[in-house]
């Protein structure tokens, strides 16, 4: 029997909402860096993981990527996804 697919959503504490899906891969969390450089643009890096302890293992390497990109500052947030069977 094929796994259910459904819609994983995302709500950040600024009201940002990211919608994943149809999926029927077992993920638990989101995270999102936004990075500000030196020139006053922001970029931002995002991902889903299976579990709070793998979408936190992200934030080992932020010290490295704000070198090597030069970041003048940035944030790093990781929230639960919420499932739905129908798209929100």
Same mark, same amino acid.
């Given at each position: 029997?094929?796994?259910?697919?459904?819609?994983?959503?995302? =709500?950040?504490?600024?009201?940002?909402?990211? =919608?994943?899906?149809?999926?029927?891969?077992?993920?638990?969390?989101?995270?999102?860096?936004?990075?500000?450089?030196?020139?006053?643009?922001?970029?931002?890096?995002?991902?889903?993981?299976?579990?709070?302890?793998?979408?936190?293992?992200?934030?080992?390497?932020?010290?490295?990527?704000?070198?090597?990109?030069?970041?003048?500052?940035?944030?790093?947030?990781?929230?639960?996804?919420?499932?739905?069977?129908?798209?929100?």
């Amino acid at each position: 029997m094929a796994k259910k697919r459904r819609y994983l959503t995302a =709500t950040m504490p600024d009201g940002y909402v990211k =919608t994943i899906g149809p999926t029927s891969a077992p993920l638990t969390h989101y995270w999102r860096i936004v990075a500000v450089l030196a020139n006053g643009r922001t970029e931002v890096f995002w991902g889903h993981a299976k579990s709070f302890r793998e979408a936190d293992g992200k934030r080992a390497a932020l010290g490295e990527a704000a070198r090597q990109r030069g970041w003048v500052r940035h944030s790093f947030e990781i929230v639960e996804l919420t499932a739905t069977d129908h798209q929100p």
